[in-house]
């Protein structure tokens, strides 16, 4: 198990979030693992967070879905995660059941991530810095989960909707039931520029103008659990 600690939270909210992608296939021994971790390490409520809805992007774009098989498959997938990790912890951690949490898109506060999304949407598209960030991040992305394919240029800017959806629970954590997380445990295979890119924006002078429009203050505790 490879844990590294991103950022440190100067917060003291204990509620912690795990990031689930639906194209990610964590292996059972490793999601007992995540899990585990997760219990180990706050005193708070665990919310697994499953992002089934906005996966439907992923299926467009990557897998030539229409828009119809595109979010049926996305949210069909998100339901047999749910159930995979509702028998995981109701088998191996059954006296944590009422602090453990499995959401959904839907259930987290999108009224704020969607307006946080516009603002990160025009970044995108007008500066340059910014967008080649994200576009190379999707790029090493997808050629890791799909055997080195390659998108071009128009697929790219598509599939960045995806991150630029994700981005405000990284940079701010997520709300569920009127209650903030602000521990983030993101699996992953390897260290990733996301991480990178979070940190840039709330500390470099490149990105003081988004960080303003955003209303951010201090970043997260992030935490990158590392699959392999």
């Known amino acids: 198990m490879t844990i590294k ?10 509620n912690l979030f795990i990031g689930i992608s639906i194209g990610k296939e964590i292996p059972l021994p490793k999601l007992k693992e995540i899990i585990k971790y997760a219990i ?57 059941e009422s602090k453990i ?16 999304k516009n603002i990160l949407q025009k970044e995108l ?22 055997n080195g394919k390659v998108l071009s240029e128009d697929k790219l800017y598509k599939l960045s909707e995806y991150i630029l959806f994700e981005l405000p629970t990284l940079l701010e954590g997520i709300k569920y039931n009127s209650e903030d997380y602000k ?6 295979y390897k260290e990733t520029t996301m991480s990178k890119l979070i940190l840039d924006i709330f500390t470099k002078n490149k990105y003081k103008k988004l960080k303003d429009k955003l ?9 990158e659990y590392y699959i392999n």
């Open 5 to 14: 600690i991103i950022n440190k939270a100067k917060c003291n909210n204990t």
């Open 40 to 96: 180990n390490n706050t005193s708070g409520k665990i919310a697994v967070l499953i992002a089934d809805e906005i996966s439907k992007i992923n299926n467009q774009v990557v897998n030539g879905y229409s828009s119809g098989k595109s979010i049926k498959n996305a949210l069909e997938d998100g339901n047999r995660y749910s159930d995979t990790l509702k028998t995981t912890i109701n088998t191996n951690f059954k006296k944590f």
């Open 101 to 116: 949490h499995i959401i959904k898109w839907k259930d987290i506060d999108n009224k704020k991530i969607n307006i946080q």
């Open 125 to 146: 598209d007008n500066n340059d810095a910014f967008r080649k960030e994200i576009f190379f991040f999707i790029s090493e992305y997808v050629k890791r989960r799909h």
């Open 183 to 188: 521990i983030f445990l993101y699996p992953t």
């Open 215 to 223: 209303k951010l203050t201090e970043p997260i505790t992030m935490i």
